[in-house]
Each structure stands twice: as C-alpha cells, then as structure tokens.
C-alpha cells in the first residue's frame, strides 16, 4: 500500500489595498422647470392585482390626487428627486466624451443618499395630453407637479484612479445642458430639467449627507393585494374587499387575467423614462409656495418663475 502524504499548510500574510476616494459637494440649480413623476401606490396596486388574477378596479382620475401622488417624498415630507436620476444623466453625457465610456463612469462615482431634498419656490400642477407608444396610441391626461425656481445639494464620492475631479465636473456640466434629469428633459426632445452647478464647501458636506439619507416614504399598497390565498374563502374574501376598496367611482373590470388594457401605462419610473407624446399643455390651477430653505432669491434662474409651454413634441411620461 502507498503511504499517504499530507502537505503542509503555508501561511501568508494578504495585503488587501485600500481604495482612496474622495467626496464634493455641488448644488444644481435648474435652468428650466422640473417635472416629475413618481410611480404610485395606484398604478403598483392595479399591476399587482393584475399580475395575482384579483379582480381590479380602475377609480375615475383625481387630479389633485394624482398631482400628490406624482410627487417624491422622505420621511420628513420632503419633496424630493431620487439622486439615481442624476448619476443616469451623467453617465448618459459620457458619450459626448472621447476619454470616458459609460462603464468607466458607472463605476467611478456614486451619489450619497437616496432622496435628495428639494429647494423651490413653487410647485404647481400640469395638466399634459399625452398619447402613449402603442399602435392605439390612445391620448391620455397626465397630472403632474412642476418645480420652478429649483436647486438640490448633493454629494458625490469618486475614485480617483478611474475618474478625475474634472472629468465629474464636465459630467455634471453635460448632464445638465445636454440631458437633463426627470420628466420630459432634454435627452427626451423635451425643454425640461435643465441644470448648472455650483461648488459648495466641503463643511457643507455632513449636513447634506445626513439630508439625503432621510429614507423615502414607504410605498403604501392596500392589505388586499398583499393578502395570502390558500382556499376559495380566501379569494371570496379578496374579491369582495378588492371591490369596497374601489368604492362606487370606480370602473368595473372583472378578472384582471382577463381584461384588456385600456391605455395608461404604469410609469414614472425614477429616471423619468417614458413613452408619451404631449398633445398640448394648460396653465397649471394648483400652486404651492417652496421652502426656499437655502436663502436664494425667488425667481433667480433664467425665467422659472413663469415656466415654459409645452405643446406638439416629444414627451417622457
């Protein structure tokens, strides 16, 4: 018989490099009008039932509801954009680069936080004809809010070695005149969400950290729709507080297996991708004075106050 050999155990010391990052603060201040569109409780809750067989209930639009719903919120109540939509933008102006790719840039910076808090000083609601994608394209009423008058701080970390401080700057800069971020912006033929920047002091630094950490509103989704179905009285019981939960407005449409589209498409993820196109625009009936939290003048940005029209082009709903 062959004897068995055993090894022996080497051990080595593993130097793991650090990675030396660096963060900047910098504040956009809008160029143009902010439109945003969050996805909602409503249009989650009807894709959920759909996706589950349960029965759902279209309610008849709520414009002042749907304005609300349109709308980014933390914990705090904050109005807000989600900082994900400016890192997409500058990755997006990579390409107007000939030193940088977008996988250089997806991996050379993040944004710290979640929710950014927004500065304004009005939010008022649009009214937008949109027609969605589709062989149909069925028109459709969009209400959403409108920022005037905007700026948001934020803090952006990066590692030197793949991306230099002037590099993110010339991002930043591209992003926001060739780009731009949210709901019908300029990479969408549209006129909106325009940005400059503005350094900002590295003292600055920890309280807009501690801002953008705030957590986003939880989303709210009706029990129903959560509920576990193990028997028929399960479904019974579902069914029946699908339909009290819609109440008498609502637009009656059976199994939702079995219904047919009628149009509206679930959107406003938090890029502000869409697949619309705007039919015209009127003046906005609901206006809500900003926070203005950082002392800047009202008005100071290129026209805001006063918006911009919005008629026969190309819109992201």
């Known amino acids: 018989m062959k004897k068995k050999t055993t090894g022996t155990v080497v051990q080595q010391n593993v130097h793991l490099p650090t990675v030396e990052s660096q963060r900047v603060a910098v ?15 409503k249009a989650i809750t009807e894709m959920l039932a759909k996706q589950r067989g349960l029965p759902f209930e279209r309610q008849k639009k709520n414009p002042h509801k749907d304005f609300e719903a349109s709308k980014y919120k933390n914990e705090k109540d904050e109005d807000c954009i989600p900082v994900m939509t400016v890192k997409k933008a500058m990755i997006e102006a990579s390409t ?12 050379g910076f993040f944004i710290l936080g979640e929710y950014a808090p927004l500065d304004y000083d009005q939010v008022r609601m649009r009214k937008d004809m ?3 994608s589709g062989i149909g394209r069925t028109p459709d009423i969009r209400f959403r809010a409108e920022y005037l008058g905007w700026s948001v701080d934020l803090v952006i970390e990066f590692d030197p070695r793949l991306i230099t401080l002037d590099q993110l700057m010339y991002l930043l800069r591209s992003a926001g005149k060739s780009v731009g971020i949210c709901e019908w912006r300029i990479q969408k033929d549209g006129n909106y969400g325009a940005f400059s920047i503005e350094p900002l002091d590295e003292k600055e630094i920890p309280a807009i950290v501690a801002a953008c950490k ?27 507080d699908a339909k009290k939960a819609a109440g008498p407005g609502a637009n009656r449409r059976g199994r939702a297996a079995a219904a047919e589209p009628d149009g509206e498409s679930a959107e406003g993820d ?15 009936e609901v206006v ?15 026209g805001q106050k006063n918006g911009h029209g919005g008629a026969h082009a190309d819109e992201a709903v």
């Open 96 to 107: 107007f680069s000939d030193d940088m790719t977008k996988k250089q840039t997806r991996g």
């Open 27 to 41: 504040r956009l201040v809008g160029e143009a009008p902010l439109i945003v569109h969050r996805f909602e409780e």
């Open 214 to 240: 705030v957590p986003p509103k939880a989303v709210e989704l009706p029990e129903w729709v959560m509920r576990e179905i193990n028997t028929d009285e399960d479904l019974k019981r579902t069914i029946a």
């Open 270 to 284: 938090d890029a502000g991708e869409g697949d619309g196109e705007t039919d015209g625009d009127e003046t906005p």
């Open 288 to 302: 809500e004075a900003g926070p203005r939290r950082r002392g800047r003048p009202p008005g100071s940005k290129n």
């Open 130 to 132: 949109v027609r969605l």
